[in-house]
C-alpha cells in the first residue's frame, strides 16, 4: 500500500512538471489586460481590429480577416477601428467614419486599403488630403457633396473620439492590432503571423464563450 502511494505521488509530480513544461513551451501570442474595457454588447463577444488604411501590415491582413468575417458566429460582433495612433492617420480616420456614417465602408474600404499600397506613388500622394480623399470616393460611386458635409459632421467627429479612447483604453501603440471582449489584445507582434492572429482570435472567442456558458450554467 506505502509503495502505491508512492507511485502515485510520483506520478502526479510527474504530470504536473509535464503539464506545467507544455504551458510553459507555448508561445504567448495574447495579452490580458489588467482592467477590462467595457463593451457595447455584453451578451455578445467583441472583437476590434484598430488599423490605419496606410499601414502595409494592416494592408496585408486584410485579406485574414475578410475571409475570417466570412465564418464568424452569429454570438461574435466584429469592429473596426480606425484610431489616429498619430496626425498623419487622421485624415484616413476621418474617411473611414464618414464612409461608416454614409453606410458605404464597403464600397471604399479595399479600393482605398489597395490605393495607398499598392497604386502609383502621384495616386498615394493625393491620398492624403481631404479634397483628394471626397473625389476618390466620388470616383467610386459615392455621392461628393454628402460625403464631404458628412466628413465634418458632429457624428464622424464623435466616432473619431471614441476611437482614441479605445485605443487607449487597449494601450494599443502599433497596428495592426485585435481586441476581444474587452479582455485581450494582440497582434502581428505577439502572435508573429498574420494566420496566428486569426487563431489567437479564434482560441480568445472561445474561452469567452467557454467563460459565458459556465455563467449561465452555475446560475440555473
Not at 507511485?7 to 504551458?23: H, K, Q, R
Not at 498615394?124 to 476618390?136: C, H, N, T, V, W
Amino acid at each position: 500500500m506505502k509503495n502505491l502511494k508512492l507511485s502515485a505521488s510520483i506520478f502526479f509530480l510527474l504530470y504536473m512538471a509535464v503539464t506545467s513544461w507544455a504551458l510553459a513551451a507555448q508561445p504567448v501570442t495574447y495579452k490580458t489586460l489588467n482592467k477590462p474595457v467595457p463593451v457595447d454588447q455584453p451578451d455578445k463577444i467583441e472583437v476590434l481590429e484598430f488599423f490605419w488604411y496606410g499601414c502595409p501590415h494592416c494592408y496585408h491582413f486584410e485579406p485574414e480577416v475578410s475571409a475570417w468575417l466570412e465564418t464568424k458566429a452569429d454570438d461574435v460582433v466584429f469592429k473596426r477601428v480606425a484610431a489616429p495612433l498619430n496626425p498623419a492617420w487622421g485624415i484616413h480616420s476621418k474617411f473611414y467614419y464618414t464612409a461608416e456614417a454614409m453606410g458605404v465602408v464597403d464600397k471604399l474600404h479595399k479600393p482605398l486599403f489597395d490605393a495607398l499600397n499598392s497604386g502609383s506613388k502621384e495616386q498615394r500622394a493625393e491620398l492624403y488630403s481631404k479634397d483628394g480623399l471626397i473625389q476618390f470616393a466620388a470616383n467610386h460611386g459615392v455621392d461628393a457633396d454628402k460625403f464631404r458635409t458628412t466628413w465634418d459632421s458632429f457624428f464622424v467627429n464623435l466616432r473619431i473620439n471614441q476611437a482614441k479612447k479605445l485605443a487607449a483604453l487597449y494601450k494599443v501603440t502599433g497596428v495592426p492590432a485585435v481586441a476581444v471582449n474587452g479582455k485581450y489584445k494582440s497582434g502581428l507582434g505577439l502572435a508573429g503571423s498574420y494566420p496566428n492572429v486569426i487563431n489567437t482570435i479564434n482560441q480568445l472567442i472561445d474561452k469567452e464563450r467557454a467563460g459565458k456558458t459556465a455563467i449561465t450554467a452555475s446560475s440555473e
